[in-house]
RNA sequence: GCCCGGAUGGUGGAAUGGUAGACACGAAGGACUUAAAAUCCUUUGGCUUCACGGCUGUGCGGGUUCAAGUCCCGCUUCGGGUACCA
């Protein structure tokens, strides 16, 4: 009987879903394990064989999980609300809908075929209205609760109103857009509009007037993360600043406990990295500067408080508030000058161009250590949105001042002794200070410390802690989101009552802004609620993937979001895998949404994602083949040095091991129909790049023409085969032939012909070191994440049975169970060919038993100055002495000791034997 | 600019400081076959030698060590992230 992958997997793939082999319920006797694949957006591209790469690493992560007694979670849906879809359907006027459905039923096509362990039972949509219900409530949530900083911790708003009813501002501990105060009295003597508008600067999702981005092209405005460089992540539109008034979430509230959190999970160094700096934090001094001949003063930020002595100018950002009141009549007009011509200026353009402008407002600051007084300029280098929007500008030790000095020949005062200034600022954190007052002869890190001390003792400021998280704008100009559960009076937006959630996406003609610029829900019939307008805005598309994992749990509950039985036993998410673009987007939102509910008592666990890793991503490998200019004649690869040619992208699917399949090229496209060929050895080879893989490299390769060709299990084999999980590499079809051979000689130590040749004989202790070594380094692999070398484990496994000629069930058992978390369908089969009658996904995962592994003797490499020159074979409990007395009076080491004697031999047990001449 | 990863044969890649190149692909040769496919066996970093063997070799330059792909210092280069965050 020969390897049968198609048979094998249709068969097993059946019964897998006839006997529901991967539903999961709770069973509190058994641990639990949770794994999560961040789940896809449906294209309409379809998989290519680079997505299934992470979903196969879960997969046997899973498998291996439940072969040790896990009870494991291991759901897949879809991200299925997004920007592509409602493109697609502004083009051709398809509903948005229609495609995602369609899509989504394509990529479930696609994900079947590879035989992975998902509870489909389970399988969410962000799109469906039983899904998106759950957003809409934690959105409603947030808006009636604000950030107790002193707590730390989300409250109810209706405390905070209570508050402002008996003390007013006064005590209040709360995260807010702008500092505000009130008494009692005047909060009681506001109207319920003002009242509304003032909550709206403490809820954890408000509205408010705020510098958005703008995508004109996109019609919406984007959050921090979906800007690269100045244009939009998706389609790479231009995106400008704007100011809006837009739902947003009080994400910045929470940035301590989302950098706290990061030291309680196991992620990648890079990853958490990369969210050490999206969050940004910076400890520092907020100081004081009083203005001269003005009764006014502002505050700035610094985390330099010992360079105080150098500051030669101050500089204010140009949106800042500051700017009105410090500029002077005799530079007004200047100063509008000014701005009129930085606010023409998109970011993108400031990013390109970054030359340095700016202008002076006619005021001077007083330093308040020194007493100096100091010009105030205004220049777009420094930020609104960052600290205070103004700046204590200290060129000798900020690169960013120093190019402003140097611009507008502002003094530069060094302060650190013997640093240059002449050429460069001083920006390290080292050296002795001068030119310094109080803090002359201290080291930076001592003047630093000393010089806060200083500023709070003399209340000249305060020691503040700055964070470069923003709050996340949540509002999109968009049909094909969640609509928001929220309607007007008055104005003020209210929240919708519970009961009527969720509140569905209405029909509308078209999906573009209606004619008076509103967004497109605007043309919806019928949008209100009791009379009342509802918000036009759709949520963003990391709303509906910021708590996918809970509802995993308990997909079905439609009185919570997930039940607090099913939350008690899953808790959170143990390994997560997903690539890294979600680094400062969803990994931050959910996260953020995850610690809201934690706060609410809703969910048991601060984080969600215990455990995380990132796979690499998978190149396409292209091929091409070389045109001779100005003809249809294309030139071998090693012969196109002799003529002058172009490159041409040529689908992969063509070519095999660089060898163009020529007939097939011809009926490709019709213009190489008649195409002419120089061949080399009556073959044309093409050349060959790693790209990026797309449809315009003509470099996809589909993961169907692969299971079609070769079998999941193969492919699955293939994809962990091709190197380490979290590296980068190229897809090449080509080694794909060496996993299916190993599968096939995997198959030949079970049959020959039709003949069965699985027997009970007791296995040699050979058999049993292959077999045990094997359990040992898949287990350790397998743990470890390196599932490229257990493939290559496997390989050495089944080729020294294969040299043994070894068909022992005693042997071959385990080692199909050992293989089913990556080859599943194979080893379903071989597993009921030696005689099982139920799944192997319930088998018992084998334990290496280290006795099998006993070396009686040692191959000691004799080394002479680090140079290995022949070996010796030796017991293996031989002590060092003994070692050192049979190598020295080894033949070949008198030969290589030339009549000298050795100065030191080096002898490590069971390894090696070094002799040093 | 800053931060994080890489760099090992023709290719993908292995190597708790202890015989570099496991395992594959490709290539070459052979067996089986009328033939092809499939399968099996052998060789395969480079240079050198009839051979035994020798020399050389993990991006570059230093260093630590009995011993360095691996550790340290300084570069080169290619990816990825981030960008006036004071």
Redesign the pocket.
Known sequence: MEYNFKEIEQKWQAYWKKNSTYKTEIDNSKPKFYVLDMFPYPSGAGLHVGHPLGYIASDIFSRYKRLQGFNVLHPMGYDAYGLPAEQYAIQTGQHPAVTTKKNIARYREQLDKIGFCYDWSREIRTCEPDYYKWTQWAFIQMFNHYFNTKLQKAQPIVSLIKAFETSGTEGIQASCTEEISFTANEWKAKTEKEQQEILLNYRIAYLADLKVNWCPELGTVLA??E???GVSVRGGHPVEQRVMRQWSLRVSAYAQRLLDGLNTVEWT??LT??QK??I?R?E?AELRFEVKDQDFNFD?????ADTIYGVTFMVL?PESELVKQLTTDKQAPEVQNYLDATKKRT?RE??AD?RVTGVFSGSYAINPVSGTEIPIWIS????????T?A??A?PAH???DY?FAKHFNLPIIPLIEGCDVTEDSFDAKEGIMINSGFLNGLTVKQAIAKAKEYIAEQKLGQVKV?F?LRDAIFSRQRYWGEPFPVYYKDEMPYMLDESRLPLELPEIDKFLPTEQGEPPLGRAKNWEIDGYPLELNTMPVFAGSSAYYLRYMDPKNDKALVSAEANQYWRNVDLYIGG??H??GHLIYSRFWNKFLFDLGLVCEDEPFKKLINQGMIQGRSNFVYRIKDSNTFVSLNLKKQYETTAIHVDVNIVS?D?LDIEKFKSWHPEYKTAEFILEDGKYVCGWA?EKMSKSMYNVVNPDDIVEKFGADTLRLYEM????LE????W?T??I??????L??LW?LFYKDENLLVNNEAPTAEELKTLHKTIKKITFDIENF?Y??S??AF??CV?EL??LKCSKKAVLEPLSILLAPFAPHIAEELYHILGNESTVCDAVFPVCNEEYLKETAV?Y?I?F?????F?LELPADMSKDEVEKIALLHEQTIKQLHGKSPK?V?I?PG??V?I?L
């Open positions: 921090n993360d800007v690269s460089e160094d890079s990295e990369t700096n999206w940004g910076s520092g700035v930020f610094t985390t330099r950002a970011e400031r990013i970054r777009d280098y420094v930020l609104s949105g960052y600290g929007g700046i204590m200290v900020d690169s960013r190019a700055n470069r890294t673009e680094a400062t091991n060898v790693v085969f091709l190197g380490p590296q980068s590499k190229p090449d080509n080694g032939d060496g996993v299916h051979r190993f096939k000689r030949s390196s490229n070398t493939v290559s390989m050495i080729n294969f040299a191959k490499p080394s100055n680090g140079k290995v020159r070996t030191k080096i490590v390894k090696i070094n040093v």
